[in-house]
């Protein structure tokens, strides 16, 4: 079945680049999502991808793409505090409605 | 416009109870997808309705249940409550039937704890 995975813990000093890598296992996998939550939040969708994409750009994240790899990654540029969270990589396909969610990994920016 | 909303915003349950939880789709949504998201997890899905039909389901047993209603909001029902069951459940709502996940809101939530 389908399958995410993230590394669980990320920390970097304000003002750096933040990288948050994901892997997944669906090859059929068609939209590609990064979620940010807060603390006692539910989830707000930062960015998405499609599968025929390999980059995408909004202001500070960047979302590279390599299919033949599955591994998807956010980039934060210039973070701060305010971007501590727990961001969440998930999948689905063609299939409407159902993402597959991966653990989410800790962001933790220091001043 | 109100976007998605849930109650209530917590519940304590005993073991072997039942629970109904009730989400309100953001204005103009008509889909409404379920998610558990246990402590340290991320969300898992349960169920999609769309015209007041389950459409879609996650791996979940048949002690969860649910149901849409005619102005689109929907409630999740659990019975036979287990421990297992204390997570937080996490509705969202797309618009036109499509339930295309990058047109999907997200609730705040609902924090269940069975004790």
């Known amino acids: 079945g389908e399958d995410v995975e993230q590394s669980l813990f990320l920390s970097v000093r304000e003002g750096d680049s933040s990288v948050i890598n994901c892997t997944y296992t669906?090859?059929?996998?068609?939209?590609l999502y990064w979620y940010k939550q807060e603390p006692g939040a539910g989830l707000q969708l930062l960015t998405y991808?499609?599968?025929?994409?390999d980059m995408k750009q909004d202001q500070r994240l960047t979302v590279l793409l390599n299919k033949k790899d599955k591994h998807l990654s956010l980039r934060i540029a210039d973070t701060q505090t305010g971007d501590s969270a727990i961001y969440f990589c998930?999948?689905?396909?063609?299939?409407?409605?159902?993402?597959?969610f991966g653990d989410g990994t800790t962001l933790t920016v220091k001043p | 416009d109100a976007g998605v909303t849930q109650s209530p915003t917590h519940l304590i349950k005993t073991r072997g109870q039942q629970v109904t939880l009730r989400c309100s789709p953001k204005?103009?949504?008509?889909?409404v997808s379920w998610y558990q998201q246990a402590l340290g997890q991320g969300p898992q899905f349960i169920f999609q309705?769309?015209?007041?039909?389950?459409?879609q389901r996650g791996n979940f047993p048949d002690r969860f249940s649910g149901h849409q209603f005619p102005n689109y909001s929907s409630e999740l029902n659990v019975n036979a409550l287990l421990l297992g069951d204390s997570a937080l459940y996490l509705c969202?709502?797309?618009?036109?039937?499509?339930?295309?996940?990058?047109?999907?809101?997200f609730g705040p939530g609902t924090r269940l704890t069975v004790t």
């Open positions: 204005s103009g949504h008509d889909t």
């Open positions: 309705y769309y015209e007041e039909e389950e459409r």
């Open positions: 998930a999948e689905s396909t063609t299939n409407a409605g159902k993402s597959t």
């Open positions: 991808i499609f599968s025929n994409m």
């Open positions: 669906d090859s059929s996998s068609t939209y």
């Open positions: 969202a709502s797309s618009p036109d039937g499509t339930g295309r996940p990058y047109e999907q809101y």
